[in-house]
């Protein structure tokens, strides 16, 4: 398995802008969480969805962002309008158990 | 909700000693805690989960113990190489189990 694949793996966009972060996860995996990571704030759980329902938004920080899982194979996060201070590294993790299998992030710039 | 502390300071140890990282937690005991290897540029890798009633777990060269009288978790690296400089977060399910709450991590440099 190609584990949890995620893109872009870097975007730079001006402020105002949307951006669309998306994450397949591994075949089987039947929980998917969106994060982000800061040097401030550390690993942040914005939402976890499990079976592609949305279970916990409660880490969303804006009504500017929005998550969507359509089906098993497929997640995306949605920032409109993104600002500087969305900038940071998104994770999508994966888990079928207690562990969680974490794809190698999307590093997001806002200027 | 839960709360993790782990050691902010950065851990700098020699080639072939034993590292110790400390996870501590403030509220109820978790049923289980899992520690995770993050590097730079990279999302975190998932090393080891204890269970409440497990006291101790080994994998290779990696130890964990789990104290819930303490609400502590200790991990340890024995002879530890250049090669396991890295990030370690420590991490447990937040009230209810749905959520997982991580640490804001170690980072440990190995010195050759």
């Known amino acids: 398995d190609a584990g949890v694949i995620q893109s872009p793996r870097h975007e730079v966009t001006e402020m105002g802008q949307e951006v669309t972060l998306r994450c397949k996860p591994i075949s089987g995996h039947n929980s998917l969480f969106w994060y982000r990571q800061t040097m401030m704030r550390g690993l942040e759980l914005l939402i976890y969805f499990n079976n592609n329902v949305p279970i916990d938004d409660s880490g969303m920080p804006e009504d500017r962002f929005s998550a969507k899982m359509p089906n098993a194979s497929f997640s995306t996060l949605k920032i409109q309008p993104s600002e500087p201070r969305d900038s940071a590294v998104y994770f999508c993790?994966?888990?079928?158990?207690?562990?969680?299998?974490f794809g190698p992030g999307t590093r997001l710039t806002v200027l | 909700s839960q709360k993790i502390e782990q050691n902010s300071e950065a851990l700098n140890i020699q080639e072939g000693k034993t590292a110790t990282l400390t996870c501590n937690y403030t509220?109820?005991?978790?049923?289980?805690l899992q520690w995770y290897r993050q590097d730079p540029g990279r999302g975190p890798v998932f090393l080891l989960l204890?269970?409440?009633?497990?006291k101790e777990k080994r994998k290779e060269r990696l130890k964990v113990t789990f104290d819930t009288t303490l609400k502590q978790s200790l991990f340890h690296i024995t002879a530890s190489q250049p090669a396991d400089s890295a990030t370690y977060l420590c991490?447990?399910?937040?009230?209810?189990?749905?959520?997982?709450?991580f640490g804001a991590g170690t980072r440990l440099f190995v010195k050759a």
């Open positions: 204890i269970r409440e009633n497990e």
């Open positions: 993790a994966t888990a079928a158990t207690d562990t969680q299998y």
């Open positions: 991490a447990l399910p937040d009230t209810g189990g749905f959520k997982t709450i």
């Open positions: 509220n109820y005991s978790p049923a289980y």
